[in-house]
T-cell receptor, first 112, second 116 residues
Framework: KQEVTQIPAALSVPEGENLVLNCSFT??????LQWFRQDPGKGLTSLLL?????REQTSGRLNASLDKSSGRSTLYIAASQPGDSATYLC???????????FGQGTELSVKP | EAEVAQSPRYKITEKSQAVAFWCDPI?????LYWYRQILGQGPELLVQ????????DSQLPKDRFSAERLKGVDSTLKIQPAELGDSAMYLC??????????????FGPGTRLTVL
């Protein structure tokens, strides 16, 4: 079964810290991987999309890496801010045109 | 900036009642998705449309759920009868390209369903 796992389920850090969120997937033959942000009670906002041929993508203070051979992706957030507090979801697509398979998310809290 | 619209935002119903959710994707987006997200979990795809055609409904409980996208634009998801376990956030998403592409999916704000 193709599964996506995110650990930890929750993370609390002080403002200004650099942090890493982890995502693992059971089948390394992915087509692409996306990181999303979800604020409480809201929909999802796409942060970064990494194609299977890429190793990383960057947007502002966010950097996502992909290691297909180990079945892992990380989302690095630099200089965290209270406004970064949200749930971060990782999702993979295994086939072109296929559906997104989501992890359960990591709830991040950045304390002022 | 164009957005995916969903209504209602919140719905409370009693079990055995019928409920319906509406989604209007970003203009020009050919692919539309309905996801269900149980509290504390990631979203799970219920149904995917390419224009007006269903391309994946393998996880849709067809005995009680139905979905349509008659003119290939907006879409309705219906539950009849609702059960307690249907309480969840129902998310709609759309993407620009056709079935054999994996453009970024844009999500609406969701409909929070509570079944009493």
């Amino acid at each position: 079964k193709q599964e996506v796992t995110q650990i930890p389920a929750a993370l609390s850090v002080p403002e200004g810290e650099n942090l890493v969120l982890n995502c693992s997937f059971t089948d390394s033959a992915i087509y692409n991987l996306q990181w999303f942000r979800q604020d409480p009670g809201k929909g999802l906002t796409s942060l970064l999309l990494i194609q299977s041929s890429q190793r990383e993508q960057t947007s502002g203070r966010l950097n996502a890496s992909l290691d297909k051979s180990s079945g892992r992706s990380t989302l690095y957030i630099a200089a965290s801010q209270p406004g970064d507090s949200a749930t971060y979801l990782c999702a993979v697509i295994y086939n072109q045109g296929g559906k997104l398979i989501f992890g359960q998310g990591t709830e991040l809290s950045v304390k002022p | 900036e164009a957005e995916v619209a969903q209504s209602p935002r919140y719905k409370i119903t009693e079990k055995s009642q019928a409920v319906a959710f509406w989604c209007d994707p970003i203009s020009g987006h050919a692919t539309l998705y309905w996801y269900r997200q149980i509290l504390g979990q990631g979203p799970e795809l219920l149904v995917q449309f390419q224009d007006e055609s269903v391309v994946d409904d393998s996880q849709l409980p067809k005995d009680r759920f139905s979905a349509e996208r008659l003119k290939g634009v907006d879409s309705t998801l219906k539950i009849q009868p609702a059960e307690l376990g249907d309480s969840a956030m129902y998310l709609c998403a759309s993407s620009l390209a056709g079935r054999f592409s994996t453009d970024t999916q844009y999500f609406g704000p969701g409909t929070r369903l509570t079944v009493l």
